[in-house]
Each structure stands twice: as structure tokens, then as C-alpha cells.
Nanobody, 126 residues
Framework: QVQLVESGGGSVQAGGSLRLSCAAS????????MGWFRQAPGKEREMIAT????????FYADSVKGRFTISLDKSKITVYLQMNSLKPEDTAMYYC???????????????????WGQGTQVTVSS
């Protein structure tokens, strides 16, 4: 089965940086999309950065564009999210996701079905 394990979350002051990691196992050629999502209390889940692990194309939400960078280690099937210039509004639980069947084919669009990691908390203080 597909398993995703996130790490790298923590507490940081505004303007600081964090690097999140997501190690994937059990993936197949059908899992072309990988990405990061976040959800804060009382808010909807937001797709913030995605990458096609075969084509290399990326997507960034406007809220993080220019501050966050997604990358992929193809040999280990591990996706990273480098987060710079963090703001208090970035505080959320961050989740890694990858394609599940045909539920996520076009990586720049939100998935209708995906495999999810357990999440890692990011807290940014002012």
C-alpha cells in the first residue's frame, strides 16, 4: 500500500524558514502527482504546491508563490517543501499527498482522490 510520512514541522518566528519532507513508499507509475496541502482550524484545506514526478511541472498557490519551493528526489521518491519568509498565516497542519487511481491526474488541479500522510504541524509566531 502507498504510505506517506511527513517530517520537518515545528515552531518558528515570522521571517524564518522550515523544510518539510515527505517520504513515499508503495507508489507506482500511476502516482504521477505529489504535493503539499495545509489546513488551519476553521479554514478549508488549501493546495499550496504540487509537482509532477515524471514531467517536473510545478504549481504554487498565490499565497505561497515566491516563498515556498517544492522539489523531488526521484531516486527516493521523496518530496520536499522549502518554506522561506514564513508568516503567521502560514500556521497550519501540512499534509503530503500523492495520486490515487484517476483521482489526481492533472497535478495543477485539486485531487478528487489521493493518498495522504499523517500531517506535520507548522506554527509561525509574530
Amino acid at each position: 500500500q502507498v504510505q506517506l510520512v511527513e517530517s520537518g514541522g515545528g515552531s518558528v518566528q515570522a521571517g524564518g524558514s522550515l523544510r518539510l519532507s515527505c517520504a513515499a513508499s508503495g507508489v507506482t507509475y500511476g502516482t504521477n502527482c505529489m504535493g503539499w496541502f495545509r489546513q488551519a482550524p476553521g479554514k478549508e484545506r488549501e493546495m499550496i504546491a504540487t509537482i509532477n514526478r515524471f514531467g517536473g511541472s510545478t504549481f504554487y498557490a498565490d499565497s505561497v508563490k515566491g516563498r515556498f519551493t517544492i522539489s523531488l528526489d526521484k531516486s527516493k521518491i521523496t518530496v520536499y517543501l522549502q518554506m522561506n519568509s514564513l508568516k503567521p498565516e502560514d500556521t497550519a497542519m501540512y499534509y503530503c499527498a500523492t495520486s490515487r487511481a484517476l483521482g489526481w491526474v492533472h497535478c495543477g488541479d485539486p485531487p478528487t482522490a489521493a493518498y495522504w500522510g499523517q500531517g506535520t504541524q507548522v506554527t509561525v509566531s509574530s
